[in-house]
């Protein structure tokens, strides 16, 4: 089974909940991983992957910048590219599409990512704290549906 990992940077624990719908809709298909990016071992995680799947909050109008640092530290550590590449947002506003723009050229400057999922999720939570909206989950569901023919591709 391809190895795919996903990883996150949770505050208040609605990325970490969205990882494991994830992972659970994966792990039947793929050897799966969920990791908060402080718990992650570079030598042992990141080499083998066949997938790395990215969860990010929007703060202040743009992805969190400790995940971006993270993912810039991957080319040091990889040997191999990672074939196949997917990301999705927490946010509590409005979405915006310049949101995204920061992932995609932190992304786009890496060397060994190879494919990135074109498309992504959004999940709009009710405030800071607060729980996932209502009628997220089928965006969810549909984004792993998506995803899994993606990553078998």
């Known amino acids: 089974m391809e190895k795919i990992l996903i990883i ?13 719908t994830i992972f ?7 050897e799966t991983k969920i990791d908060h990016i402080k718990d992650i071992d570079f030598e042992r995680d990141i080499n083998g992957l066949y997938g790395l799947i990215i969860a990010t909050r929007i703060i202040s109008l743009r992805p969190n910048l400790e995940i971006r640092k993270f993912i810039k530290k991957i080319d040091s550590y990889r040997k191999k590219t990672i074939p196949k590449t997917a990301v999705f947002y927490m946010h509590e506003m409005k979405w915006r599409e310049h949101f995204k723009k920061g992932m995609d050229k932190t992304l786009g400057k890496l060397n060994n990512i ?3 999922y074109p498309n ?5 939570v ?4 607060g729980s996932i909206m209502e009628g997220q989950e089928r965006k969810i569901n549909e984004y792993i549906n998506n995803l899994k023919i993606f990553l078998k591709s």
Not at 8 to 20: A, E, L, P
Not at 24 to 30: A, I, P, Q, R
Not at 120 to 124: D, F, G, K, S
């Open 24 to 30: 659970e809709g994966l792990k039947n298909d793929f």
């Open 8 to 20: 996150h940077n949770s505050r208040f624990g609605n990325s970490k909940g969205v990882t494991q």
């Open 120 to 124: 992504y999720l959004e999940v709009t």
């Open 114 to 116: 190879k494919s990135i």
């Open 126 to 129: 009710d405030g800071n704290r």
